[in-house]
């Protein structure tokens, strides 16, 4: 059936069943390939997404579900040519190694900022730490996320 | 029963037969023995299978080693825009790629800046040499006052010529003859820089990074049913039931392989769910006793083998101890469940792949699928870290398999999160005996055995098709059998000879022939557990010695990097001769030299032990790291920091949870690893020798990083622990605290007993 949903300040329309994972309709109706399949049990955080501001699993979250909704997936934050200073700060960190838990990060650390606009480092570990990271990239992640928010401040 | 240790005669008797079977090598080789060529040269030898020099003034590079988030795509566009003069930005990579690139084997083994590395720098050198002679003609001047900058050939007078003008009589289809010279370090400007990382713009901002994001016209979705247990067999399923199912295109049964096609991937994952509803499995082989594993193990049929022998009196009033140390199997648990594309077309096959090898993986799936090599194409395009051999190539041949029954369809196919935890290959249990003595200080003897399951049962085995579907074809295929991997590589003894300068030491391999639990390359192979326990008997036999562990390890040294190493760690870590840990804190060292032969790296680890719940947190950890010459040095400290946080991992937090029945780790909850609230800063120090050979890196810290944190803890309670990873419950037992609560990692997850191996639980 028709799904009318707004995702990264758009309206789009998809063709999917109600509780069809979020997840599924982002990467394959939609053609977004930020928000990835971890773990589909919401334990690692590679799905993430924004939903009206907040971080949520995109994985368990039915599409039918958040109808009306805002949706914000890392696309939706910048672009190579305008990236957001989260994106700006994960590249000026070199903050990946294998990069795949990376969107997840940074939608995590969006709603984190959204909440808590100048984090400590606490603050970061806290907000970050049900989202799994393999490659022990943590520290650059942490720093990442540390530099976005100054320079977000002096903005 | 094992096979007896090997008398010496018979050790060398035995290397005799190595020898006779290396002189049989099939003669056409002998007769027309070509020129001994540096790096991957030697095996792929024409300059084009390396370079291409565009009309434009670009350039493409082919290299058979792959991206999986350790920067070696950066930093060999590093080395080959460093060698031609052209500016970074102008250098094309295509990486893994049977139809063009060269065939270089593994990424595996921190050896592509060693083998992928020199054969670009070398050709990179020639091709530059070569072009500035055709810009020599061209000008009608002498080569040798020509200069190059970025890409443009200079002559004194002013005038100039492109690298792309010349592209067109550049015949780079000829022979490497390594014979230029490439350019001294010192005049390096890209070599040695940390330049960023190519692969991350577009993994911070959404772009098509991974294999999992590729969408060919007209794809569908697969995935795969594993069965209950290792070798059940499949006795009937509801395929009726399954075909009915919204969006099924095909249900895929061969043998004891299932699965499914469907036009949507949530219909492929819910067609997955009711299959293994209504499938029926029996029999299948039990794994060992989680209780008794290291004593089952190593009852097991072994392969032995004396790998290092020094000879010297003990020195009447020796002070003898000994230790035995265990590592369970580990998983890869990479954050990405395993994916792979495949399509079949016109009896053709092209399968992209985030595999660590697509041309041995591209010979065993022609061998399984009885195919010829030339019909199928791998590609890698990447996945997420692997650390080894995870289900990367087995993910590729079930995806082969379900798109060769949709002929003409691409198929994607993504493992789910169990499918992984339960069916990749782990690193294997090991277990590590050590015995050794002091008489004045020294070291005065050592014998060291170590027993494991083979660590490398990856596709390319020439008498075995490793990949997991094929096992369960109607025309089942069998895996290869277990293999001794000669030093300073080795396998299971990977780091298992002491770097340690000892008088007398015997070290032997026992190779484990039978597989109970599938195991094969996890990053480090053996010397992750060889390094902890080589190291845990070190500060042993320090303290039975009396002498400060740091001290004690400089005394055995005569390496003078090795000894830098060390002592670059104890200053940055303000290490205080003689230190000592306060019951709760405390801090240990680990050293070694990777491989024997690799980069030197050195670990001091802080821990804070919690006595009453028994949990072991790292604080504060240091390292140091000589990788020879630093080709970038942002992204060597993000392979060494990233090697000692996983690690730290390991150590503190990993075990496969089984039973007799099968795995139990099938997600995160039951394999639990170290989260962000728990890492610790790292501090990093690096010793560029840009005059030295450039070392591979990815694997280094591993091994010092186990043994820092195990040295750490004895250091801070006064007790040992001699088998990883440090639970809470051991932590518990060891200092003898009453139990409280139930412990972080040992919790047993509620998970369906399956006690009528009939039904796949769920």
């Given amino acids: ?155 | 029963m094992n096979a007896p240790h090997l008398p010496r005669r018979e050790f060398i008797t035995a290397l005799g037969g190595i020898v006779l079977s290396f002189s049989l090598a099939p003669k056409i080789l002998l007769a027309q023995t070509p020129a001994q060529l540096p790096g991957s040269l030697q095996t792929n030898r024409t300059l084009d299978a390396w370079l291409r020099i565009n009309a434009d003034g670009s350039v493409t590079v082919f290299t058979g080693k792959v991206e999986f988030g350790q920067g070696i795509v950066t930093a060999l566009a590093q080395i080959a825009a460093e060698e031609l003069d052209v500016p970074l930005a102008r250098v094309t990579m295509i990486s893994g790629d049977t139809g063009r690139t060269p065939n270089e084997g593994q990424t595996a083994g921190s050896q592509s800046i060693e083998q992928s590395g020199t054969a670009l720098r070398m050709a990179g050198a020639e091709v530059r040499a070569l072009l500035v002679d055709l810009a020599a003609v061209k000008l009608g001047v002498a080569a040798d006052t020509l200069k190059v900058t970025d890409g443009v050939i200079h002559a004194p007078d002013g005038r100039k010529v492109g690298y792309g003008e010349l592209a067109a009589q550049a015949d780079l289809k000829r022979e490497a003859t390594a014979k230029v010279r490439p350019k001294p370090p010192a005049q390096h400007k890209i070599v040695g820089k940390s330049a960023p990382r190519r692969d991350i713009p577009a993994k911070v901002t959404g772009g098509a990074a991974f294999v999992q994001d590729m969408r060919l016209p007209g794809m569908v979705h697969g995935r795969v049913v594993r069965p209950p247990r290792y070798g059940a067999r499949l006795d009937n399923f509801d395929e009726a039931r399954i075909k009915a199912m919204p969006g099924v295109i095909a249900v895929v049964r061969d043998g004891n392989f299932l699965g499914v096609v469907a036009k949507r991937e949530e219909q492929a994952i819910n067609a997955r769910l009711v299959l293994i509803e209504f499938s029926k499995w029996s029999g299948g082989s039990e794994l060992p006793d989680p209780a008794k594993m290291y004593e089952q193990l190593m009852s097991l049929r072994s392969e032995d083998r004396v790998i290092s022998e020094k000879d010297a009196p003990v020195p009447a009033g020796a002070k003898a101890i000994e230790a035995t140390y265990h590592r369970p199997y580990q998983a890869h648990a990479a954050i990405a469940p395993s994916c792979a594309l495949a399509e079949f077309k016109d009896g053709k096959l092209a399968v992209w792949t985030h595999s660590q090898g697509v041309f041995p993986l591209r010979a065993t799936i022609a061998r399984a699928l009885g195919m010829q090599p030339r019909d199928i194409r791998c590609i890698h395009a990447e996945g997420a870290g692997c650390y080894g051999h995870n289900g990367a190539d087995d993910v590729a041949f079930d995806a082969a398999m379900l798109a060769r029954a949709v002929n003409g369809r691409p198929v994607r196919l993504q493992w789910m999160r169990d499918d992984e935890f339960k069916w990749e290959p782990y690193g294997p249990a090991m277990t590590m005996k050590v015995k050794g003595a002091v008489a004045g200080g020294r070291v005065v003897d050592w014998t060291y055995d170590v027993w494991s399951q083979s660590h490398n049962m990856r596709p390319g085995d020439p008498d075995g098709i490793n990949l997991l579907g094929s096992w369960y074809l109607a025309d089942a295929k069998q895996p290869g059998p277990a293999r001794h991997a000669a030093q300073p590589n080795g396998a299971g003894d990977r780091n298992a000879i002491t770097l340690y300068d000892f008088p007398r030491q015997r070290t032997t391999h026992h190779l484990i022939m039978d597989n109970p639990v599938r195991t094969s390359a996890l990053r480090t192979l053996g010397a992750y557990a060889n390094v902890f326990a080589i190291e845990s008997f070190m500060d042993e036999l320090a303290a039975a010695a009396g002498i400060d562990p740091v001290a004690f390890r400089l005394a055995h040294i005569r390496d003078e990097r090795e000894r830098a190493v060390i002592e670059a760690v104890a200053r940055a870590a303000a290490w205080k001769p003689g230190e000592k840990g306060d019951g709760r804190r405390g801090r240990g060292i680990g050293y070694a030299r990777y491989k024997t032969v690799a980069t030197y790296t050195a670990v001091i680890a802080e821990v804070e032990v919690n006595r009453t719940t028994g949990i072991v947190k790292v604080p504060r950890i240091w390292v140091a790291a000589d990788a020879g010459q630093i080709i970038n040095p942002d992204g060597l400290t993000n392979q060494i920091e990233g090697g000692v946080i996983q690690s730290m991992s390991w150590t503190l937090h990993e075990h496969v949870r089984f039973d007799r029945n099968g795995i139990l780790s099938e997600d995160w909850m039951n394999y639990p690893i170290l989260t962000m609230a728990d890492v610790p800063g790292v501090q990093t120090v690096l010793i560029d020798r840009p005059n030295e050979r450039a070392l591979g890196a990815g694997e280094a810290a591993q091994g010092p990083t186990a043994a820092a944190i195990a040295n750490a803890f004895a250091a801070a309670t006064g007790k040992r622990l001699r088998e990883l990873p440090l639970t809470p419950e051991r932590v518990k037992a060891a200092l003898g605290s009453p139990l409280v609560g139930t412990p972080l990692n040992t919790v047993r997850y509620p998970v369906d007993a399956a006690s009528d191996f009939g039904e796949q639980g769920r």
Avoid at chain 1, 63 to 73: A, D, K, P
Avoid at chain 1, 122 to 131: I, Q
Wanted: proline share 5%; charged share 20%.
């Fill in chain 1, 1 to 155: 059936m028709a799904i009318s949903l707004k995702i990264n300040g758009a309206t789009r329309s998809v063709d999917a069943e109600p509780d069809t994972p979020l997840l599924y309709v982002l990467r394959n109706d939609l053609e977004l390939n930020s928000a990835k399949y971890g773990c589909g049990l919401t334990q690692c955080g590679a799905c993430t997404v924004l939903v009206n501001g907040a971080a949520r699993r995109s994985c368990v979250t039915p599409v039918g579900s958040i109808e009306g909704n805002e949706v914000t997936t890392l696309e939706g934050l910048g672009t190579l040519d305008k990236p957001h200073p989260l994106q700006q700060a994960f590249i000026d960190e070199q903050a990946a190694q294998c990069g795949y838990c990376i969107s997840g990060m940074i939608m995590a650390a969006a709603d984190l900022l959204n909440r808590n606009p100048q984090p400590r480092e606490a603050d970061v570990r806290a907000a970050l730490a049900d989202n799994l990271c393999r490659c022990g990239t943590h520290n650059r992640i942490i720093r990442a996320v540390l530099r976005a928010a100054q320079n977000k401040g002096g903005n």
